[in-house]
């Protein structure tokens, strides 16, 4: 059901765009994205607290960095409420960018430990030890 109000949400912030609506789809599309950051991760977060499962939101120095990046440029972008395509082609790119290193990003916090290699031991296997 949340996929759903946020599928529609963002499916009207694009109507409100192609009919030159910016300053409505902009504010669409800003309060959907804070509405999943303080409604539907905690909510996730207490959920599997719920059910057992670790999930916390503790960021590593990666994680942090990259979230502050995005809200600054997310900042930087709607800050005068004019768009065009160079924008959006940069938004783009920046956002490849972002998934590329987080594909290439090593946690040391979730590696998996070798037998008999202490250096490849998780925080998790120290403590079973």
């Not at 409604?39 to 939101?57: K, N, R, Y």
């Not at 005068?80 to 290193?101: E, H, P, Q, R």
Request: glycine content about 8%; some cysteine; aromatic content about 10%.
């Amino acid at each position: 059901y949340i996929m759903d109000a946020i599928t529609a949400e963002h499916a009207s912030a694009l109507i409100f765009a192609i009919k030159n609506r910016m300053e409505i789809s902009l504010g669409v599309a800003m309060g959907s994205s804070t509405q999943v950051g303080v409604l539907v991760v905690p909510f996730c977060v207490i959920l599997a607290w719920t059910m057992g499962q670790p999930l916390d939101l503790n960021f590593n120095e990666f994680e942090a960095l990259v979230l502050f990046i995005s809200v600054l440029l997310a900042a930087l972008m709607v800050q005068d409420g004019t768009s065009n395509w160079l924008k959006g082609a940069m938004l783009i790119l920046v956002y490849m960018f972002i998934a590329a290193g987080f594909w290439v990003h090593k946690d040391p916090s979730l590696t998996i430990g070798v037998e008999g290699d202490p250096s490849l031991v998780t925080e998790a296997q120290a403590g079973r030890r």
